[in-house]
């Protein structure tokens, strides 16, 4: 049985990935505050400054796959996945690290694909392609990047302030300009776990293979959640009335029909679960 060690098991994606992976693998995982459905003896409590620590770990659980969903501040953060990597070379495990659409936050003028050169315009973007790139050169093939939009789930924070808003019978604002794909918890775990098994190289973006408005995605939840009469505050993206998007398209095609999504399936899958 492989072992697999989650770098920040205790958030929304690494629950998941527990969830889909606990029974055909080995599984251990670090948080930072929270602890995490795992024995005791396979969780470790791992801070983004603590590289000895995370010497220890890696020499006690000797990984044949790592995953990466860290948070943290950004700098201590890409030190700890330069230390990660310098690590993983002497081993053959393999790095999968979860990434952003944020790496192309500089070009809000289309969907995003694997081919296209990223261009990040935050710090949070500036941050995820320094990583990437360091991965990539490290590890090389054994380096995995995996892109990801925004990540729903019936425990993800936009879902539960969504249902706050809807408790207090608040408006929930949205883009009316905005163009966006995204992903739901548990389909992000089992495409991973089929890239994983079937042992696929390279850059991924995992997503929706539609795109919908930011208000349109909102209304459409909202309607199946039988909560029309709630109200949507109708807003402009960067105050202009010109078409934005912040999402990804993928031109790979391993990944099978029946793991892929719509955003009409996350919406399903929100209300029913």
């Not at 070009?107 to 935050?122: M, N, Q, R």
């Not at 990801?148 to 408006?171: C, D, M, Y």
């Amino acid at each position: 049985m492989k072992k697999v060690l989650i770098l920040g098991a205790s958030g929304l994606i690494g629950r998941a990935i527990i969830e889909e992976f606990a029974r055909d693998y080995d599984i251990y995982g670090t948080y930072n505050q929270s602890s995490i459905a795992l024995p005791l003896d396979k969780q470790f409590q791992l801070k983004v400054d603590q590289q000895v620590e995370l010497e220890h770990i890696l020499q006690r659980v000797q990984p044949d796959i790592v995953i990466s969903s860290l948070r943290g501040e950004f700098q201590q953060q890409q030190k700890f996945h330069q230390h990660l990597v310098s690590l993983l070379r002497l081993t053959d495990a393999r790095l999968y690290f979860l990434s952003t659409t944020n790496v192309f936050d500089g070009d809000d003028s289309k969907l995003h694909t694997e081919k296209d050169t990223p261009i990040p315009f935050s710090e949070y973007g500036k941050f995820k392609v320094q990583c990437e790139s360091i991965i990539q050169y490290e590890l090389q093939d054994r380096g995995i990047i995996i892109r990801l939009p925004q990540v729903w789930g019936t425990r993800s924070p936009r879902f539960n302030q969504i249902k706050e808003q809807i408790s207090k019978k608040e408006a929930i604002p949205a883009y009316r300009n905005l163009i966006r794909t995204s992903l739901l918890d548990v389909t992000l775990a089992k495409q991973l776990r089929f890239i994983i098994e079937k042992e696929l190289l390279g850059v991924f973006h995992l997503t929706t293979y539609d795109a919908i408005t930011d208000e349109n995605f909102i209304i459409e939840l909202l309607h199946k959640l039988k909560q029309k009469e709630i109200p949507v505050q109708q807003e402009y993206y960067k105050d202009a009335e010109n078409t934005y998007y912040f999402g990804l398209q993928s031109i790979r095609t391993e990944i099978p029909k029946h793991l892929q999504q719509t955003n009409a399936d996350i919406m399903g899958s929100l209300v029913q679960r």
